[in-house]
Structures are given as C-alpha cells and as structure tokens.
C-alpha cells in the first residue's frame, strides 16, 4: 500500500468513512481508488446498495484526490455539486470507485467517478465538481 493510501485510511476512524467501511488503495496525483463494502451498512431496506452510500464514496474518494492536489497550499477541498446515476444494483461483496480528474483548475476541480462490482462492471457513474478555497486562519 502506498504511503498516500496509508495517509488517507488514517483520516477514516470516527467519519462516515468509517462507519461505511471505506478503505483507500490506490492513490496517485489525479486517480484515487476506494473499496466499499455492500452489507447492512450500506444497504436500502431492499437489501441492496443504497444509492446515498455509492454517492458517498464517490464523493469522498474524489474531494480526498483534489485535497492531495492542492497539500501544502493552505486551501481546503469542497464538493459544491455531485451527480449519480445508479445503473445496476448490488447486495453484496464490494464496489470499488475510481476517480479521475478531468480538469484541475486553480478553483475548481472536476472528476469522473465509476463504482465497480468485483469484475468491473460499472454499478454507478458519478462527477463531482470541487471547490478550492483558502483556509481561514
């Protein structure tokens, strides 16, 4: 696992991360992988995927890239607008997200986001357009 994998997952204790059993691993300037576990933690009452939970990850793994983007700047990272369409459903195993960034501009960030079953087949696609703001002292 690569050091900013390792760097990440220690962000995930007491989040939403956490609680949606969010683990990162793969992580390279504009690319970011997470998995997801598909069980009673993210399920719909269906007993499968929960749409609110593939938006979470795809939102948490590309705001994470952008803010890996911009370290040492003194700025935060912030989704102003997420969409999702959900193309299949799921009721077990893990999905695994993958973003990409499309344009990396000095106020904004733009990324593709696929949620994958196991053999890669695409269970939602997602775009995330991310903010980029100075801290406040």
Known sequence: ???????????????????????????EPGYVEATMPVDARTHQPYGILHGGASAALAETIASHGSALLVVGQNKMCVGVELNINHLKSKSEGVVTGKAQILHQGRSTHVWSIDVCDESGSRIAVSRLTVLIKDRKP
């Open 1 to 27: 696992m690569s050091q900013e994998n390792e760097v990440l997952n220690r962000l995930v204790p007491g989040t939403m991360m956490e609680a949606l059993g969010i683990r990162f691993t793969r992580v």
